[in-house]
Nanobody, 125 residues
Framework: QVQLVESGGGLVQAGGSLRLSCAASGRTFDNYGMGWFRQAPGKEREFVAVITGSGTITSYADSVKGRFAISRDNAKNTVLLQMNSLQPEDTAVYYC??????????????????WGQGTQVTVSS
């Protein structure tokens, strides 16, 4: 079992930056693929970014590519999401996710076994 706790959300002006952090419990953290999803009011949950257990492979949604960066520190059981050049359309609840193994589409919510409670990110115009 893995427990995920997000932090770092908040209110920021357009063009600003935030860094989200996800702390994971468990002794085999580096066995899990990790990622971030987001959900805006009235919209479906949306893939943001994913990183493999070793941290060597990352992938991003087109909407955030070049602005967001996912990283992980396996020694600290932590995943980070650095978000730059934030825009109002980035406003959403951001969720940290973990997958025991990837069997198909890493951009599908069904790939992930564990979800955090989410942290709110609000970008004002």
């Amino acid at each position: 079992q893995v427990q995920l706790v997000e932090s770092g959300g908040g209110l920021v002006q357009a063009g600003g930056s935030l860094r989200l952090s996800c702390a994971a419990s468990g002794r085999t953290f580096d066995n899990y693929g990790m990622g971030w999803f987001r959900q805006a009011p009235g919209k479906e949950r949306e893939f943001v970014a994913v990183i493999t257990g070793s941290g060597t492979i990352t992938s991003y949604a087109d909407s955030v590519k070049g602005r967001f960066a996912i990283s992980r520190d396996n020694a600290k059981n932590t995943v980070l999401l650095q978000m730059n050049s934030l825009q109002p359309e980035d406003t959403a609840v951001y969720y940290c996710v973990a997958a025991r193994r990837f069997s198909g589409n890493t951009r599908s919510p069904q790939e992930y076994d564990f979800w955090g409670q989410g942290t709110q990110v609000t970008v004002s115009s």
